[in-house]
Nanobody, 120 residues
Framework: QVQLVESGGGLVQPGGSLRLSCAAS????????MGWYRQAPGKQRELVAT???????NYADSVEGRFTISRDDAENTAYLQMTSLKPEDTAVYYC??????????????WGQGTQVTVSS
C-alpha cells in the first residue's frame, strides 16, 4: 500500500510564493516520474510540472520560469516551489507518482490534493 500526501497549500497574495510538498510512504521499491497537476473550478485537470527519476524536468508554458519542481529520493518527496503567483494559479494541486514494483510493472498513484488560492 502506497500513499501520497501533499502539503503546503494555502492563501497567498499575488506576487507571493508557496512551496508544495508531496511525500510518498508505504511499500516503495522505486519511484519513476513524479509530477504536479492542478484543477481550477470548472476546468479540466492540467499538467503543471514533471520530473523524471534522472532529474529531467518539464513545465507547462503558463508556469515556466516561475515554478520549480524538484525531488529528494532519500525522502521519497517531490516539491513544487511557486513564485510570482498569479490569481490564475488558483486551483487544487495534485501530486502524481509512478511507482516501479521491481518486476517490470508500473503503477500510478495520486495524492488527495492541496488548495492554492492566490488573492488579495
Amino acid at each position: 500500500q502506497v500513499q501520497l500526501v501533499e502539503s503546503g497549500g494555502g492563501l497567498v497574495q499575488p506576487g507571493g510564493s508557496l512551496r508544495l510538498s508531496c511525500a510518498a510512504s508505504g511499500s516503495i521499491f522505486s519511484i519513476d516520474a513524479m509530477g504536479w497537476y492542478r484543477q481550477a473550478p470548472g476546468k479540466q485537470r492540467e499538467l503543471v510540472a514533471t520530473i523524471s527519476s534522472a532529474g529531467n524536468t518539464n513545465y507547462a508554458d503558463s508556469v515556466e520560469g516561475r515554478f520549480t519542481i524538484s525531488r529528494d529520493d532519500a525522502e521519497n518527496t517531490a516539491y513544487l516551489q511557486m513564485t510570482s503567483l498569479k490569481p490564475e494559479d488558483t486551483a487544487v494541486y495534485y501530486c502524481r507518482a509512478e511507482f516501479s514494483t521491481g518486476s517490470g510493472s508500473i503503477y500510478i498513484h495520486w495524492g488527495q490534493g492541496t488548495q492554492v488560492t492566490v488573492s488579495s
